[in-house]
């Protein structure tokens, strides 16, 4: 049973353009969420969170929006660069236990 | 500052033989995870701890694996007998617990293994 689900396994964006990335989950008691990316031959690195309290977090040119009357939280990257192109995976938690459980994950690959 | 330390980087064993991943936490670390990645399911998580001890091991696909944490500084994870369908990479990672920090978890680069 997949609670966090990533369903396009791939993007590609021109470079300078605006970059969307899609997350949904199905556990209604994840309260936080995180954005990971992760480069070929290297580990997730933590790039962005957003607490269930708030709607929208924005740090540099990354920023996530989070619905959670429809669970879907997104990640927009503007604008969009050659060194963005990776493996973003969306990963949630619930208040009091530490593990994160990942989607699947989406390759993002920035067009020169 | 060291981050987290995963070796071996690569194995490549024989199906039937015993492998042991090892890990080292960010020191200060509480939690300690072992996960691992395939294609079909992404990142799924294996086993934690919490101060060296065992609190989620519900991942853990079948009792050829078994994880010990004997302290703070140091993991293992076994996979006896390796079996082909073991072959992904896997993950230690860890982070300093609740309310601390961005509430991340902090990844190694991670053990390639080949099961052949």
């Known amino acids: 049973d997949q609670q966090v689900k990533q369903n396009s396994p791939s993007l590609s964006v021109q470079e300078g353009r605006i970059s969307i990335l899609n997350c949904d989950y199905t556990?209604?008691?994840?309260?936080?969420f995180l954005w990971y990316k992760k480069y070929p031959a290297e580990g997730p690195t933590f790039l962005i969170s957003?607490?269930?309290?708030?709607d929208k977090n924005e740090d540099g040119r990354f920023t996530v929006f989070l619905n959670k009357s429809a669970k879907h939280l997104s990640l927009h990257i503007v604008p969009s660069q050659p060194g963005d192109s990776a493996v973003y995976f969306c990963?949630?938690?619930?208040?009091?236990?530490?593990?994160?459980?990942f989607g699947t994950g989406t390759r993002l690959t920035i067009i020169p | 500052d060291a981050g987290v330390i995963q070796s071996p980087r690569h194995e490549v064993t024989e199906m039937g033989q015993e492998v042991t991943l090892r890990c080292k936490p960010i020191s200060g670390h509480d939690y300690l995870f072992w996960y691992r990645q395939t294609m079909m399911r992404g990142l799924e998580l294996l086993i934690y701890?919490?101060?060296?001890?065992?609190?989620?091991d519900s991942g853990m696909p079948e009792d050829r694996f078994s994880a010990k944490m004997p302290n703070a500084s140091f993991s293992t994870l076994k996979i006896q007998p390796s079996e082909p369908r073991d072959s992904a990479v896997y993950f230690c990672a860890s982070c300093p617990g609740t309310g601390m920090g961005e509430g991340a978890i902090y990844f190694g680069e991670g053990s390639w293994l080949t099961v052949v």
């Open positions: 701890f919490n101060n060296n001890v065992p609190i989620d």
């Open positions: 556990n209604s008691m994840f309260d936080y």
């Open positions: 957003i607490s269930s309290i708030k």
């Open positions: 990963a949630a938690r619930i208040f009091g236990n530490e593990k994160l459980t």
